[in-house]
């Protein structure tokens, strides 16, 4: 009973006050041991009783839960900080005693501790980090955490931030025990169009939520409203993200789609020819940002050209000195040219480091279209679906109308043949490879838009890059179109059901099963099986 | 009779196992496992020239645990010709298994002092989830041990087998299975430890594990059961059944045209491989104490080929030197020059397929062959 | 039997007869006539009562459009030895993947004897229930000695159990060695199989063959890059099996042709099948193929 007084007083006085001024003895060392020691339910507790009355202590005990640097000694719990110890509630410096215990918090603690760094988050100066705080506050949203929720709205001057506020209010308050707050709670919450607010009304009407009829009434109402609005954005972004996704992967699988498939050179090492042309991206990205910096929102237009030469360069010297001794010996070389990808992989750990480089889209790549409330398609993306498509054009023209494109069919499929008929075919091999590894170096060039850019950028992509070539069937660029496409939608598909990884799995196992029934994959070619 | 080619082949192939030579290096390898090792580390004091360090005996345990790798390795691939690029899986689903027992072995030991291993506590579960419900027991473990990879290498076998999968494609599923199973393993649902793993092993059957002569009693059971295997291969390979594999490995329309099923001679190499695989990854986790997804890569995978290649294919010999070869030369260079390691592993790769199709073993043989007998080229 | 069976067997026997009508010569081959109507099974020994052992009925088999085996109808009878020529791209090498399990036909059956439906079975089993074939290019097992080579061919169990427990026995060993006589490689039986010239090689293939003793061998062009001499004795080896075996062979050669049908003790002609745009272009002896206008015409003319 005189807890529960003290805290009303206690936040009439901070709100009153604004609690920047830090002076408030709100968290007392009984408070701090509250949070810090005892049963995860009880410190849940004492950790949101003292969220209704934040002040700087507050913040620092957090902090320093959240990074395992607090300890507790007897009654007192200290943060430490470069082998100084301080008291949680007052601040004042001490001596760290022996006997300190580390304090241990499971995920579920770590789940509600960063929650309160977020709530704590609505009172700082910065717009930004208020927003971020509301975001990250949505996905925690508790009634306990109203009073702090009125406080923030109170002194928010921001109008949008000030409507997102209201939203989280609303939030807070489904789950209020007041009958007719929640039933306005649910009202204001239909007119949303924001997927979490929808699960969150979903969630009520689940089990072991909402009991009250006129409420669950309301709350379905709501819910059908809000998902006529999302369904199709949702259908949409899922749609565009499989594609963005296979787009990336049909222009991995394009290279191969030549190397392996026209030439049948398994070439483990094209994951590290993509991060060369990614590295030569970069490259170029900080000579324009050095040498042209008003020029800087086209560097991507020369660095198209250069990561395709660049990979083409490394791909024709590996032909002509490892590969070409290899044809025919499937096997060995699989096991060489994955030799070669551990060199180049060390090889740009030694020039660049180990860690990734920053590569930044230009200013007209940044950003994207607004097409619904909850469907945004990120410029970088849609260019580079655009740009696939264009390769997938030029290497089709470049195979079918060219007289270089004749040659390496020629070659390919019948070596002796062509080399009588004067077709030099050492060469034609060395093109048809260098070829095949500048898109690799085009691919690593889009990816270096939309990813990280590092020495094991190409590790990620190798697995996936063969399955599109495999199930595509050897030798079809047709094939590796419609399988990098379709895989890569498939992948979002199954994302949005399973989650990511789960997803990856049963594509992986589709792929699996699907070569067990088509060996030769989708657009395999049947003919006369030659002995052997 | 044709008595002259008669008595050679009928010699070669009703001879006795092992020759006296070999029987006699078998006794000498024997002996220095049970022996020489213990002595040396335990006997001989610390200070003396001869002393065997413990970090010499786990890492000679531990370099053992993955010739038995490539010996398994060589018998699908140098024998049968099939490339795995699975076995890294096999591998770390028998340390799985073995780490399993060993999490349990923890008991009240842990950070958390619960009964569950601490990642469970940390994932906030009240119990056990089904699949370590026989984890307290050390033999339904072991038998976990073989039975897992088996099964999974059956049932995988059986269906990329009877499809008639070949060649760099089934090199890539296997790949591609491995690479599956890493990504499950590293969600904490799975029920594995996710990213971490296993570590923090305390003891085996109730005996600690961070003493001496843990240490030896497993380098040395290490040790016998690579001897085991390689006898076990070395029959194999001599019995028809191993002639057979290698029919399959040089023409198998032939064989399958001369009357033999070659799905089951595959399936059933192709298991055993697995197994012993899922046995030396199980001597593996308790002797370097962690297992972790990351055995489950691609690149691990590929390694065991490569030491298989960089011994010798086809021998059986050759995979053991080689194991020794890389491994040995991977701890030197990640302790003095770690940054050219993947230089060095990178250049063997492409060596060994360019110039050393035979591996050392080949070089070796092909070497006396010539000093032997100068005139002659070298004879296989 | 069933009625709808005996219906069938009627229907087929209909269209048996009239496609006989229109053959330009059938001469001893198997008749067929005598097995429509019974029962199939597909286990035990190969039933060839009705003097045939292979029949090749309305086969077509097709690659993307491309009809490789355009309902070729062929039989062979006990004791045979079939030579069927044909240009490139004939159906030569299909019709014996049918035949031996390794491509399955769109439409047509392919029995073995009387009683063994070829289509139902995998290539091992096949090969189990005696038919041998020996492949266009050789095919032997090229890092195994030339002995293992012929003992791998021994007839025997061929499950994994026995051949892991499997002793050679001394009348196995001296099969072997009257084998190595029989192909001329007496002397090379501990010779790595792939240092051997491609004359060997095939002769090898062809011991291998005989190891398992079938009862119908399907040689692919087995004297391709062979010497003159080594084609002679390879003939000789062909006639001295004639009777005991039957034999399909496949060649271009049409010296290696006429030795064939020439030779031999049996009185009776050879009958030689021209292979057209996958199926039968003409049959009968070879005199009267070589004389018929439309081979002249395809393939001998050419």
Same mark, same amino acid.
């Given at each position: ?532 | ?43 001989? *004091? ?161 005996? *600690? ?172 | ?302």
């Amino acid at each position: 009973m005189l807890r529960h007084l003290l805290n009303s007083v206690l936040v009439a006085a901070v709100s009153a006050a604004s609690f920047v001024s830090g002076s408030a003895i709100a968290l007392t060392s009984d408070t701090a041991k509250r949070i810090a020691v005892g049963e995860n339910d009880d410190r849940i507790k004492a950790l949101s009783d003292a969220l209704t009355n934040p002040d700087e202590a507050l913040a620092r005990l957090i902090d320093a839960l959240l990074d395992d640097s607090a300890k507790v000694a007897g009654d007192a719990v200290l943060l430490v900080n470069n082998g100084k110890a301080i008291h949680a509630a007052t601040g004042a410096a001490t001596t760290l005693p022996a006997t300190a215990e580390d304090v241990v918090n499971n995920n579920r603690m770590r789940n509600e501790l960063e929650g309160a760094k977020a709530a704590l988050g609505l009172f700082s100066e910065s717009l930004t980090k208020r927003n971020n705080a509301i975001v990250q506050l949505k996905d925690s949203a508790d009634e306990g955490k109203l009073p702090l929720i009125d406080r923030a709205l109170a002194k928010e001057t921001d109008a949008g931030l000030k409507a997102k506020l209201e939203q989280l209010r609303a939030a807070m308050l489904v789950a209020s025990s007041d009958k007719q707050k929640r039933l306005d709670a649910v009202a204001a919450l239909a007119s949303s169009s924001q997927p979490s607010v929808r699960s969150l009304l979903q969630e009520r009407l689940n089990a072991g939520g909402e009991t009250d009829p006129d409420v669950r009434a309301a709350l379905s109402t709501a819910v059908k409203a809000i998902e006529g609005r999302l369904v199709w954005g949702e259908r949409l972004g899922v749609i565009f993200s499989g594609l963005s996704l296979g787009s990336i992967l049909f222009l991995v699988a394009l290279g191969l789609a030549i190397t392996y498939g026209l030439m049948g050179v398994i070439n483990m090492a094209h994951g590290e020819l993509m991060m060369i042309g990614a590295y030569a991206t970069y490259l170029v990205q900080n000579a324009f940002r050095q040498h042209l910096p008003n020029a800087f929102d086209f560097y991507i237009i020369a660095a198209i050209p250069m990561s395709f030469f660049a990979a083409a360069l490394v791909g024709a010297a590996l032909e002509r000195t490892v590969i070409r001794w290899l044809y025919g010996r499937p096997l060995e070389t699989l096991l060489a040219t994955w030799g070669i990808s551990l060199v180049l992989i060390q090889t740009m750990r030694t020039f660049f480091g180990a860690q990734n480089v920053p590569v930044e889209n230009p200013s007209w790549l940044s950003g994207g279209v607004q097409v619904m409330s909850n469907l945004i398609l990120p410029y970088n993306r849609i260019a580079i679906l655009f740009f696939s498509f264009f390769v997938l054009a030029t290497v089709w023209l470049l195979i079918s109308k060219t007289r270089l494109g004749l040659f390496v069919r020629g070659v390919t499929q019948n070596r002796s043949m062509a080399a009588c008929m004067g077709v030099n075919t050492a060469k034609i091999d060395t093109y048809a490879f260098a070829l095949g590894a500048g898109i690799a170096g085009l691919a690593g060039c889009a990816l270096s838009q939309v990813g990280n850019v590092g020495p094991d950028l190409g590790q990620g992509y190798i697995v996936d890059s063969f399955m599109v070539v495999v199930l595509g069937g050897v030798g079809q660029l047709a094939g590796t179109v419609y399988a990098g496409l379709g895989l890569g939608v498939l992948n979002k598909l199954l994302e949005g059901w399973t989650g990511a990884v789960l997803a990856k799995i049963i594509v992986l196992a589709f792929i699996v099963i699907f070569i067990q029934r088509r060996p030769q994959g989708i657009f395999a070619l049947k003919g006369r099986s030659a002995e052997a | 009779m044709n008595t002259s080619i008669m008595s050679s082949t009928v010699n070669q192939s009703t001879a006795t196992l092992l020759g006296t030579r070999a029987r006699m290096a078998l006794a000498a390898v024997i002996a220095i496992l049970v022996l020489v090792i213990p002595i040396f580390n335990l006997v001989v *004091p610390a200070d003396s020239v001869f002393h065997l360090s413990d970090y010499a005996v786990s890492l000679l345990g531990k370099i053992m645990c993955y010739a038995i790798c490539a010996l398994a390795m060589d018998l699908i691939w140098g024998y049968t010709g099939i490339l795995s690029l699975g076995h890294g899986l096999f591998f770390a689903l028998g340390g799985y298994a073995m780490g399993m027992y060993l999490m349990r072995q923890i008991g009240r030991e842990g950070v958390y002092k619960s009964d569950l291993p601490d990642f469970m506590v940390f994932l906030d579960w009240k119990e056990v989830p089904w699949h370590w419900l026989g984890s307290q027991s050390f033999v339904v473990q072991m038998f976990l041990v073989v039975a897992v990879p088996g099964v999974l290498a059956f049932v995988f076998g059986y269906f990329a087998f009877r499809s008639r999968i070949k060649g760099v494609y089934f090199s890539i599923i296997t790949q591609a299975l491995t690479y599956a199973s890493m990504l499950l393993f590293f969600r904490n649902e799975t029920g594995f430890g996710g990213n971490n793993g296993f570590t923090d092993f305390k003891r085996l059957l109730g005996i *600690p594990t961070a003493t001496s002569s843990m240490r030896v009693t497993l380098c040395v059971l290490t040790g016998l059961i690579l001897v085991v295997f390689y006898v076990m291969s070395k029959a194999i390979i001599a019995s028809k059944y191993g002639r057979v594999l290698q029919a399959i490995r040089d023409a198998e329309s032939r064989v399958l045209f001369t009357g033999y099923n070659t799905l089951w001679y595959k399936l059933s190499i192709w298991t055993l491989s697995a197994m012993m695989c899922g046995v030396a990854g199980a001597l593996y986790v308790p002797q370097v104490g962690i297992i972790n997804p990351g055995e489950m890569s691609p690149a691990a995978s590929i390694e065991i080929a490569i030491w298989t290649a960089v011994g010798g294919r086809a021998t059986l010999i050759g995979p053991i030197v080689g194991a020794f070869f890389v491994n040995g030369a991977k701890s030197w260079f990640t302790v003095t020059f770690p940054e050219y390691w993947l230089y060095f592993l990178g250049a063997m790769f492409i060596a060994v397929t360019l110039f050393l199709p035979q591996g050392i073993v080949g070089l070796v043989r092909k070497l006396s062959a010539k000093y032997a007998n100068p005139t002659k080229r070298g004879a296989p | 039997m069933t009625p709808d069976l005996l219906e069938e067997g009627t229907k087929r026997r209909e269209a048996y007869l009239a496609r006989q009508a229109s053959a330009l010569t059938v001469g001893e081959s198997g008749g067929q006539a005598a097995s429509f109507g019974r029962v199939v099974s597909s286990t035990g020994e190969v039933d060839t009562a009705h003097g045939g052992i292979l029949y090749v009925d309305d086969i077509t088999v097709s690659f993307d459009g491309f009809r490789a085996l355009n309902k070729l109808t062929l039989n062979i009878a006990v004791g045979e030895l079939r030579c069927i020529i044909g240009p490139n791209g004939a159906g030569k090498t299909t019709m014996m993947d049918v035949i031996t399990g390794k491509t399955k036909p769109d439409s047509g059956r392919a029995f073995f004897g009387s009683n063994i439906d070829l289509l139902r079975l995998r290539e091992s089993e096949i090969a189990g229930r005696g038919i041998g074939r020996k492949f266009q290019k050789p095919t032997v097992f090229e890092q195994l000695s030339v002995f293992e080579n012929l003992e791998l061919a021994l007839k025997m169990d061929r499950r994994v159990r026995a051949s892991l427990m499997h002793k050679l026995t001394s009348a196995d060993s001296d099969r072997i060695a009257e084998m190595l006589k029989l192909i001329h490689l007496k002397d090379s039986g501990s010779r790595t199989a792939g240092d051997l010239s491609h004359g060997q090689k095939q002769w090898l293939e062809i011991g291998m063959l005989l190891m398992q003793d079938p009862k119908l061998l399907l040689l692919d062009e087995p004297v391709a890059g062979m010497t003159d001499e080594e084609t002679e004795r390879t003939a000789e080896l062909f006639l001295s099996l004639e009777g005991t075996h039957s034999l399909v062979v496949v060649e271009h050669d049409m010296k290696f042709i006429g030795e064939l049908v020439n030779g031999g003790q049996r009185e009776k002609k050879k009958i030689v099948t021209v292979l057209h745009e996958g199926s039968v272009l003409a049959e009968g002896a070879l005199a009267d193929v070589q004389a018929n206008e439309r081979v002249v015409e395809v393939y001998l003319g050419r």
